[in-house]
């Protein structure tokens, strides 16, 4: 009687997460976490504030090794290889795992700037007719190419914050991430310019997974086709998202969704 | 509401509580009108019928009501889980029970033309399976306000013994218009009155099975169903 939107992917889970623990000194914010990511489906993260989501989140392209005292423990793996291995070059992980905040945050530069300095500093392009064409390419990908062509060279920090929004997902895109990690993107922007994030996320789909944390649960029920519960620290349900809003299996998810959350 | 649990927002509790609230009057001025017209049937009570077929606009009142408030709560709360599917079944059951209303206004129609004279044997029968008819509807309501899915699986078992007096009732009708031609007219009313009882049944059942939805998130399973295959002659 719902339909269910998600997709049985066939290839194989893109991230894989087992028995995660993360630890923010003594405190213990996330707590055996498991669960597979994969292309074909967007995933949405929800839960109250201080629920570990935008932790958990950040454990899947080690924005919080930048947190003195955080320490992570169980199994991450991105196709297959263990994310937190000592071998694991970083900088290369957060390229192929790439990640759009809350706040639109442009680099104080021009637009074209903004998308070209990921291809350019991972040495992806090979001249300025191939950064030109990835710049294009990237900006098309993400929906703003019209509205910016003609001014190319003006600061990004010019544009709005749906604009800066969707340059910060061109500038994700531009490095040919395989994971867009999205933590409450549109939290900031007006009503139209967050139907436009999420009109992009569900044309992004399929070529990148992507995982969006957000608090806006019409949200995570429009652009998902997965959705995660997180009630502290602890993944509470994890199932397909029509179900999920519908008839979810936990009381707590129910509780949370409809609002009587005490 | 359903676990007793109450919503941050209290002014969403208070909507969902209207909304039953109305599903109950509604329900409840359903049941009356079918019981009163089979006694104005059954009474030759001319002034009860015509009562009842203009307070059927009472029912209709409150089904528009039953809509703009479920509106308002899908456009304004927009519920989810438990709370979406309650809305959705109040808004469906609302026109259900709006359909019962009309049953009861054509059986109260009927009352004027079947005469005074009640020498047709199925007229004694029929005040019983009225009876039946309005139990189901009540309890569907019950397990609606109860959020009870078991006693919603048991009204749908009873629409089984409707069926069977429908049934009877019919080949009773159709054997006394065989040996009584001349009161065919009349004995053609009291079988649309009893058609009209068995779908006060049918649609009893359609509540319940509203009502199992909306408790458990899933269809009622085929098996515990009444059906309405028995009623061969329908």
Partial sequence: MIEDHSVKSDRPAKMS????????????AISGVSIDVDMDNVVAFIGPSGCGKSTFLRTLNRMNDTIAGARVEGQITLDGTDIYNPDMDVVQLRARVGMVFQKPNPFPKSIYENVAYGPRIHGLV??????????????RRAGLW???????????????GGQQQRLCIARAIAVDPEVILMDEPCSALDPIATAKIE??????????AIVIVTHNMQQAARVSQHTAFFHLGQLVEYGVTSEIFTNPREVRTKDYITGRYG | MANGTEHTIKAFDDEIVALRGLIAEMGGRAEAAIEQAMQALVRHDLETARRIVAEDQLIDEIEAKVERLAVQ?????????????????????????????????NIARRTPLIGGRHTVEALSVLPSMATLAVDMVRGALDAFAARDWQAAVRVCDDDRRVDDFYNSI????????MENPATIGQAAH???VAKNLERVG????NVAEMVYYAARGTPMPERERGGDEDSVES
């Fill in chain 2, 170 to 177: 019919f080949r009773t009708l159709v054997t006394f218009m």
């Fill in chain 2, 73 to 105: 709560i899908i456009a304004l709360r927009a519920p989810l889980a438990d709370d979406l599917r309650e809305v959705v079944a109040a808004l469906k059951i609302a026109g259900v029970i709006e359909r019962i209303g009309d049953y009861a206004k």
């Fill in chain 1, 126 to 139: 090979d001249g300025k007719a191939d950064l030109d064409a990835v710049v294009e390419q990237s900006l």
């Fill in chain 1, 199 to 208: 009109e992009l996320i569900h044309e992004l789909r399929g070529r990148y």
């Fill in chain 2, 190 to 192: 009291l079988l649309f």
């Fill in chain 2, 202 to 205: 049918d649609h009893a059942t």
């Fill in chain 1, 17 to 28: 997460a087992r028995n995660v623990n993360v630890f923010y000194g003594q405190k213990q």
């Fill in chain 1, 146 to 160: 019209d509205e910016v062509k003609d001014r190319l060279h003006e600061s990004g920090t010019a544009l709005s």
